[in-house]
């Protein structure tokens, strides 16, 4: 899958650079059962009704828990239950989701040795993600990634959302280059729909967030287990 043209790569966030299961699972059933004042079954079917199978516990992949934003969130919890308008929710989502140590970050790998790494073979860097602007600036601060990033975007940073092009598009423009030569890197048909839609080089799915490899193998150019395997899949060792 040698890709020489590929000059830059946007990752997205949860699911791409963090597990999104031991990341953010945790989190959303607290704020779900904290909504719902400890009522299991509310909680339930909050939970349920943005994807989450109360049988199986396994997560719908193009869900709003696995692919959306707080906003996605708020709107749809809002219909199941009178917890406020959706702006409310959505800003208590963001601050509590904002919070110090409500979200423990659970990373794929030492982020800040396989950027360095990448930068080194020449590639600019990026995360577009539907968290929020905010938090990825967190996460990269946390992770040691600033000196290491180009651009960074969150689904409220003005770019629109995925599966949209925007955030491509800005990546494209703040480090000069055209959508071909960027690898779009992520875990859910969001992130290869917003790689298409932008007429990215390549769209790369990773096995570490919400979706299973045959719904990656349908839509990306190619999947990997996670990206401890980009630099081999790039062609670069």
């Not at 790569?9 to 791409?16: N, S, V, Y």
């Not at 396994?58 to 709107?75: C, F, V, Y």
């Not at 689904?155 to 071909?180: L, N, Q, W």
Request: glycine residues 10%; negative net charge.
């Amino acid at each position: 899958m040698a890709a020489p043209t590929i000059r830059a790569i946007l990752f997205d966030k949860d699911g791409t650079l963090f597990d999104f299961h031991q990341t953010w699972m945790p989190g959303y059933r607290a704020i779900a059962a904290e909504l719902a004042a400890g009522d299991a079954a509310l909680t339930a079917r909050l939970l349920a009704a943005t994807g989450l199978d109360p049988e199986t516990g396994e997560l719908d992949p193009a869900s709003a828990l696995a692919a959306g934003s707080n906003a996605e969130i708020a709107t749809i919890w809002s219909a199941v239950a009178p917890l406020g308008d959706v702006r409310t929710l959505t800003l208590r989502l963001d601050a509590w989701f904002g919070a110090p140590g409500a979200v423990m970050p659970v990373p794929v790998t030492d982020l800040a040795i396989l950027f360095g790494r990448l930068r080194r073979h020449g590639l600019r860097l990026g995360i577009a993600t539907m968290d929020s602007h905010a938090a990825a600036l967190r996460s990269a601060d946390e992770f040691v990634l600033n000196d290491h990033l180009d651009f960074i975007a969150g689904y409220d940073s003005g770019h629109g959302e995925k599966p949209g092009p925007g955030m491509v598009t800005a990546f494209c423009a703040a480090i000069g280059i055209e959508p071909r030569f960027v690898a779009v890197v992520g875990d859910t048909s969001h992130d290869i729909g917003m790689a298409r839609a932008a007429g990215a080089g390549l769209a790369i799915g990773v096995l570490t967030g919400a979706s299973p490899r045959y719904a990656l193998e349908a839509l990306a150019d190619h999947v990997i287990e996670s990206i401890l395997d980009l630099e081999s899949a790039l062609g670069f060792v």
